[in-house]
């Protein structure tokens, strides 16, 4: 089994979310969670950003243990040094640095060329080594680089002394079939690309985000970056309990284990959501209200007699109470019988179907009977 990294980006990409502001305090208690959930790097804010994130940031390096904490900086003096003195109390630092690596964002955007990116790439590499051994560098929008733009850079920043690679699809452009083979593309043409962790980092506007990552493993990518209830900027990130759950369940396929505790995943979720404000749809994988519940007949037939026949995992591996039954009217009378027994009724054949029949047609008017 290889072991995959899971770097946590909710409290800052995550926070990038329109319409969600962290306080110093409710960061930490989430800081504190995504500890007990077993994540190996917190990226807990991009201090430069304002004085409460710097706060939150150097707080949670204090007090978070477990976990690697990892601030954002962008390629500049001021950002680097703001994050360092951040995350200097933490057991485990790491600066994250970042420069846009696409032909339009370095003209339309940096106005920069290409090898003034590349000489700041390796500056920034280089003056955040003087804070920490644990750098990461990352191309932002590397999932519309020119490849072997980005194979340049990422031999510069190894040397330079970057640990860990990260290769961004920053507005959510890429498909998996492409994504697997730009990343594998990278890792074996790039020097010194044994000695780091690769990293991936993906965004969700074509609803990709999880596959792509899980792609990226599949072509050798050693790190997921990810957040809690897949939050982020625009359509969000890549859903960690879904990159978690599929690695899992899948462990045949991937070959692949995370360090995570997944009895956490649904306490954590249900933290981030009410901090934030951010609702989890009800058919949400893995955390929505639905996700272990059935409603047909046949279905609620097939799990009361077999759990594996409709459900891939149990509920309680990610922390929930068993599947429920959700009686409407699709629900059969299995379910039904099962559902009076539960609440004390023993009823015999005449009146059970006497009292389905009835059950039906309130069934027909109300979405769920209780
Ligand atoms: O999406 C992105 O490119 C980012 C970088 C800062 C890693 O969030
Ligand atoms: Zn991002």
């Not at 003195?85 to 640095?97: M, S």
């Not at 194979?151 to 330079?160: K, T, W």
């Not at 309130?362 to 979405?367: P, Y």
Request: hydrophobic share 40%; glycine share 8%.
């Amino acid at each position: 089994m290889r072991r995959i990294k899971i770097f946590d980006t909710t409290l800052r990409d995550g926070e990038q979310s329109p319409g969600v502001a962290l306080s110093p305090d409710e960061k930490l208690a989430i800081a504190k969670q995504l500890a007990r959930l077993g994540v190996d790097v917190i990226e807990a804010g991009f201090p430069i950003a304002s004085p409460g994130d710097f706060d939150a940031v150097r707080r949670i390096a204090e007090e978070v243990k477990g976990p690697t904490i990892a601030a954002l900086a962008r390629t500049a003096k001021p950002d680097i040094e703001r994050a360092a003195e951040a995350v200097a109390p933490a057991e485990k630092r790491r600066i994250h640095t970042f420069i846009a690596t696409s032909p339009v964002h370095m003209e339309k955007k940096l106005r920069m060329t290409p090898d003034e990116v590349v000489q700041k790439a390796v500056w920034a590499v280089k003056f955040a080594r003087e804070f920490t051994d644990d750098v990461e560098f990352s191309a932002e929008d590397a999932g519309r680089s020119d490849p072997d733009f980005l194979v340049r850079i990422f031999g510069e920043a190894i040397a330079a002394g970057a640990t860990t690679i990260n290769i961004p699809d920053t507005v959510g452009y890429q498909v998996p079939w492409k994504f697997a083979e730009l990343v594998g593309y990278i890792i074996e043409n790039t020097p010194g690309a044994d000695g780091v962790d690769w990293s991936v980092h993906t965004h969700d506007d074509l609803g990709m985000a999880v596959v792509n990552s899980l792609a990226a493993v599949r072509a050798g990518a050693t790190q997921v970056e990810c957040t809690i209830n897949g939050i982020g900027e625009r359509a969000g990130n890549a859903s960690l309990e879904e990159v978690v759950m599929a690695l899992y369940t899948r462990r045949d396929f991937f070959e692949a284990e995370t360090g995570v505790n997944t009895r956490e995943l649904y306490r954590t979720s249900q933290l981030v959501s009410r901090l934030t404000g951010m609702v989890v749809p009800p058919n949400k994988a893995i955390v929505g209200r639905n996700a272990f519940a059935h409603e047909s007949g046949i279905h609620q037939d097939g799990v009361l007699k077999a759990r594996e026949t409709y459900e891939i995992m149990n509920a309680e591996i990610v922390g929930r109470e068993a599947a429920v039954m959700v009686l409407g009217k699709h629900s059969g009378r299995h379910a039904f019988k099962k559902a009076l027994a539960e609440l004390g009724y023993e009823v015999d054949d005449e009146e059970l179907k006497r009292l389905f029949a009835r059950f039906k047609e309130i069934a027909d008017r109300k979405k769920q009977v209780t």
